[in-house]
Every structure is written in C-alpha cells, then in structure tokens.
C-alpha cells in the first residue's frame, strides 16, 4: 500500500471581491506553486487590479500561518499549494437603451482562496534539524581537578610580580 503524506496547509479566502472570476484566474494562475517572495513580486509588479486583492489575501495566509501555536512557519519558507477564483453572486443591474428597451448589466464577483503549506527544502531541513543530537555538556570537574587548575593558573602571575 502506498504511503499518503498529509501536508498541512494554511489557508485564506476572500469573498465578494468586486471582480470576476474570470479576471482573477489569470492572476491566481500565475502565482500557483510558487514561493511567497516571489510571489509577492509578481504581484507587486502585476497591472492587474485585481492583483491587489489577491496580495492582501496572500498576505492573510501568511499571517494565519505564523500565527498559529502548533506550526512553527516562517512567511518566506511557505509555498502556495493552491489558489483559485470560484464566482460568486452577480448583482443584476439595467440600463435603458433605445426605444424603451433595457439593456442588462452583470456586476460580477468572485472568492478568492490561497492555501499555503511550506516549502519541500524547510521540510527537510526542520527533519534534519530535529534528528540532530542535541549537544552534551562537558562532565563536571571534581574538586581536587578544579583546585589544581587554579593553583596553576596562579602561580606564573606570582613569579612575575616578583621578578620586578
């Protein structure tokens, strides 16, 4: 039987964003998979408007994964696993056109969700990390080994002072 490896992920979500779905896709796709710093750069260097709302939601996922107890994530260690745009509600307007007649308008939305999970790399270095020994300390010193190395030490500092 194969092995199934559970990832756990940190997820965001924004609702209602005044964009449709459609216009937001393009940005989510270009981000899926990539690393959080990078990430933030082609957001930052999008011209898409609605990139805007897709970095405040990617910076949601980072805070909610940072500031979880149980999960000990750096934001830059982080990799977005998934993001999608579904639709959400279209608000129905009208417009009135020649002739009495309506034209009709779609005021279209979508929710915006981004899951984040850590890097393969930050992984494999938190594994290495924890299988590492811890270091011991030194075995204490006894007395006697304790009182012979301080005679020593004090006894060239003796011989100085009294050359002079």
Known sequence: MAAVETRQTVRAQAKWVRSSARKAR???DLIRGRSVPEARTILAFSKRAVA???EKVLRSAIANAESRPDLHWNGDDLVIVAAY??????LKRHRARARGRVGRILKRSCHITLELAPSP???????AAAAKPKRER???QT???ATT???AAET?????ESES
């Not at 745009?85 to 279209?90: H, K, L, Q, S």
């Not at 060239?156 to 100085?160: L, M, Q, R, S, V």
């Open 138 to 140: 030194a075995p204490k």
């Open 52 to 54: 805007e709302d897709v």
């Open 156 to 160: 060239p500092a003796e011989e100085t």
């Open 85 to 90: 745009a579904n639709e959400g509600p279209t």
């Open 143 to 145: 007395e006697e080994a």
């Open 26 to 28: 393009l940005v989510t």
């Open 121 to 127: 790399a930050a992984v494999a270095a938190a594994a």
């Open 149 to 151: 190395e301080t005679e």
